[in-house]
């Protein structure tokens, strides 16, 4: 009974010493003004638009919505396979419903990757000394104009499915979206970001065996033609 009153004041003692200490590391989480503290930082930041934009190519049925839109390319029932309860057929024939994930899921697509591109833009434009994070001034300006034309990249397709689109270029201080701009302003604003990105960017043998999916002025100038 000794041994018993001794075990259950120690199980007591650390309970209440357990519970006045509520002090803890968290790990789950990075505070924003610790995010961008290393190369390494920096780079991933830089690259997370990217990932998105690969995606994108098919993801919420971009690609079907483009081609099955269309009088060359239709998704008809074959013996019970791609019925889906008249899903593809509606893309063919425009007899789509507000009710169909494809109507505003393409919208979703590219929005994302425009809120990711001008999130990582803002915080390159925030890095007041590169060297501090073993990054040059010339590879932050590449960073820079390489999510400029990424963000132009998205705003060209949103605008080629849906004319009539709205231009993000904050989104650190801001959690409400704007109007929609006319076609002309969305046409000046897409072209006037692919000049200015075009000087800061890098030829494609200066990345090597790295400028896989990165751009470069070439890629940027026949965007620009091609939208021109």
Known sequence: MKNYKILMFIVLLLAV???TKLDEEVYDRVDAANFLTRRDDVIRD??????HAYWSIQGNDVYAVGENSTDEIGTFNRQ???QDGGYYQRMHYHTWTPQDGFTNGAWRN???????STNSLQDMEAIADPAKLNVTQAELNDFKAELRTLRAWFYLRAFDFYRN??????VKSSTQGGVQSSPQETFNYIESELKAAIP?????????ATGIGRWTKAAAATLSQDFI
Do not use: K, N, S
């Open 17 to 19: 010493a357990g519970c």
């Open 46 to 51: 830089f690259l997370r638009p990217f990932e």
């Open 80 to 82: 019970g396979d791609w």
């Open 110 to 116: 590219f929005y994302q990757g425009i809120v990711l």
């Open 165 to 170: 689109i709205e231009i993000v270029t904050d």
């Open 200 to 208: 800061d960017l890098p030829m494609r043998e200066q990345l090597g």
